[in-house]
């Protein structure tokens, strides 16, 4: 066997390694040792990659390696667990960067003329790695508050981006007739990159931070497809399958992320959602009508020391608080009191997919109380009380009954119909959509303001009296 074939080979190996890794992903059962596989593929597409003849100089490839390996780490440490969204943003962008870089290598290498193949890859690989780098800096600075959040929109805006693509067909037209050389090649490269980079601020301006999920897993699956792009200009197998895996995965999940919330990828991406129109149209007068009800954490204690069925229904908010290590306490203690605990989880609550499931994980919530959102609904009307920890757009009955509500048709836990529903938040702020929430103002709604951390805290800390005394 020549260095080539068992190089191929291993390519597929590393390739069915991959396959099986992500299929084992899908069930929390299998993920630990899913991600094992995974990793062992891409060992193993590394090693090999190295043997491989036209590795040039294995100098820079360590220093590469030294100076990745390092702030990989940094960031593992340092980052926190609500902040994992803007740092996927940041590890697209790189990985479209490197896409790009590839494609850029590739036709800066002295050589014959390009054929139409190698540079219509090129034209592929520097396109959606330069429109994925400049798009998800840009969802960096939105998601981690260094721009703003709203949706920045302009009159003609849809025609500034219908001309860019128009743009980016002729420059990468241009630079595929002329094999990338003559006068022409280089000009039309360098108005591809331009234009690249351009169209990737302009496409993800008009979309808001609460969206951004949404755009990350797309600028995900874009990235995917920049390093299949990338993995035929070099003509590299595994290259090809692994960005292809990235791609259609990260564009199953924006889909599914986009049926959680009733929205289509137009919608999202087009609609200027979460700007101060949209809100209002959510707010119309005369549909909110009700009084808040504030509780103590006194009374909190009282009502749920005698409950029998509870169930958590946690949000963003529990995210920002990071109260899921109290709330898996107050759990336990419901359960010594003899009640029955679920956590009721809905597909998009948090900022980002699994967020819920993730912190909840993280406190060693038993994975069988964490009920979905379709299981538990049934159950709704024979609960107790339900606790809301930060969640508001999730539980937002509107979404249900308001067909002028800008979440009208997104699927909702129904823990208004639960007999008595506390709300921990701490004040009046609205939920990501910017609409108001009926729930609230329900008769059988009490609000315990306060962080959610501190006012599960206080709840626990009555618990607790109580076993002492
Ligand atoms: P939400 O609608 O954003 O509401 C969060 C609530 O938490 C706010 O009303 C806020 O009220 C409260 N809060 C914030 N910090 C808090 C703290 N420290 N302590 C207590 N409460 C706190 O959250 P959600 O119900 O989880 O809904 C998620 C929304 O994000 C949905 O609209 C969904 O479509 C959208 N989204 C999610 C994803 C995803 O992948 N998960 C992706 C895109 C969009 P106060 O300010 O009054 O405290």
């Given amino acids: 066997m020549n260095t080539e074939t068992l190089i191929n080979f291993a390519y597929i190996v590393s390739s069915i390694l991959f396959i099986f890794g992500l299929k084992m992903l899908g069930r929390q059962a299998t993920a630990r040792r899913g991600n094992m596989l995974s990793s062992l593929g891409m ?35 340092l980052i926190k667990m609500t902040s994992m969204p803007e740092m996927v943003a940041l590890l697209n962008g790189f990985g479209g960067l490197a896409s790009l870089l590839v494609g850029w290598a ?209 949000g963003y908010g529990m995210a920002v608080s990071q109260a899921q290590h109290i709330v898996r306490e107050l759990a336990e203690m419901l359960e010594e009191n003899g009640a029955e605990v679920r956590f009721a989880i809905h597909p998009v609550a948090g900022r980002m ?27 709704m009307p024979m609960m107790d009380v339900a606790i809301v920890i930060g969640a508001n757009d999730v539980v937002n009955p509107a979404a249900a009954r308001d067909k002028s509500s800008p979440i009208y048709g997104m699927p909702i836990i129904n823990a208004h119909e639960a007999r008595t529903v506390i709300c921990l938040k701490r004040g009046k702020g609205a939920g990501f959509s910017g609409i108001e929430n009926q729930l609230f103002l329900l008769p059988n709604t009490r609000m315990l303001y306060g962080d959610a951390k501190a006012s599960l805290q206080a709840v626990a800390g009555e618990f607790k009296a109580m076993a002492e005394a």
């Fill in 353 to 379: 997919p699994g967020h819920m499931n993730v912190l909840l994980a993280e406190a060693s919530v038993p994975y069988e109380q964490l009920v979905e959102m379709d299981s538990v609904n049934p159950q």
């Fill in 43 to 77: 060992l193993l597409a590394v090693v090999v990659t190295l043997i491989d003849r036209q590795v040039v100089t294995f100098q820079w490839i360590i220093t590469g390696l030294a100076v990745g390996g390092v702030i990989g780490f940094a960031c593992a440490r």
């Fill in 106 to 314: 590739e036709y800066a290498k002295p050589g014959e003329p390009l054929s139409t193949f190698t540079s219509t890859v090129i034209v592929l690989a520097v396109f959606i790695g330069g429109m994925t780098f400049t798009g998800s800096l840009y969802a960096f600075g939105k998601l981690s508050g260094k721009l703003s959040g709203k949706p920045v929109l302009f009159g003609g805006q849809q025609i500034v981006n219908g001309m860019l693509v128009l743009g980016l067909a002729v420059a990468g037209a241009l630079f595929v007739i002329n094999s990338g050389v003559g006068a022409m090649g280089p000009s039309a490269f360098y108005a591809l990159l331009a234009v690249a980079f351009v169209l990737g601020i302009t496409m993800v301006m008009p979309i808001g931070g609460g969206d951004m999920p949404v755009v990350i897993s797309m600028l995900n699956s874009l990235s995917g497809l920049a390093a299949c792009a990338a993995g035929f200009v070099i003509l590299n197998n595994v290259l090809i399958v692994a960005g292809c895996l990235v791609g259609t995965s990260g564009v199953i999940l924006t889909i599914i992320m986009c049926k959680a919330m009733n929205r289509s990828i137009a919608n999202v991406l087009f609609s200027g959602f979460g700007s101060d129109a949209t809100a209002a149209a959510g707010n119309s007068e005369g549909q909110i009508q009700g009084e808040l009800k504030p509780i103590s954490a006194e009374d909190s204690f009282a009502v749920l020391e005698a409950a029998r069925q509870v169930v958590i229904v946690p």
